[in-house]
């Protein structure tokens, strides 16, 4: 399936979801939307996510072609706050169809995290392990559980209908392994794997 750069009445907007938002995760996002082909709602960037799901769905709505990433960012915050809020109430609007997400890994503490259907490491491999903020793989819980990403903009995942999350660490960081001069390769590679699960042909 091609991406669909026609407007098309009642027709879903097809969206990703990536929970960081960040001043250095933006310009990644951002970057990575353009090398792709995709679109990317700049202003849902911020940390904390700056704007109400409510606008952005009302920004989802002007946009030429999807799929669209977005951003969303709750700063750190153990509780259900601006991004996740954000998330929840685009998430589950009539009006967008959730290709997947990126779950972003952080040291935030007293959360549950979300199950992953695979996360990419700091080098770049697709794993069926868990990794922390620096990309780095975590021990294997002894269950042989999905892999488990905690982050603070991570646990309302477990409450929406996402089809595909992969997970990361620190978006444009990881100790460098996910730089912006490299084009953030991790978090593109990411944002790939959700495309190539969803059927989703993409590129320029």
Known sequence: MKLDKDTAVNKKIRVILVTDGDRVAQQAVE?????????????SG??????????????????????VLVMF?????????????????????????VLGAVAVASNTSGIAGVPADACIDCQGHVIDF???????????????????????TVDVLNDVEVPVIIGVGDIGK???????????????????????????????
Do not use: F, W
């Open 31 to 43: 970057n990575i939307g353009a090398s792709l082909g995709l679109r990317c709602i700049s202003a």
């Open 46 to 67: 911020g940390n904390p996510t700056p704007i109400s799901g409510k606008k952005i769905v009302e920004l989802l709505k002007t946009v030429p072609y999807d799929p």
């Open 73 to 97: 960012d709750d700063k750190g915050r153990q509780e259900k706050a601006e991004g996740e809020q954000a998330l929840e109430y685009v998430a589950n609007h009539p009006d967008i169809e």
């Open 130 to 152: 868990s990794v922390d903020k620096k990309g780095e793989v975590k021990a294997k819980d002894p269950c042989n559980c999905k892999p488990v990403i905690t982050g603070d």
């Open 174 to 204: 990881m100790d460098k392994h996910d730089d912006l001069s490299r084009g953030a390769p991790i978090t593109r590679k990411a944002i790939e794997e959700i495309l190539k699960r969803s059927g989703i042909d993409y590129g320029r």
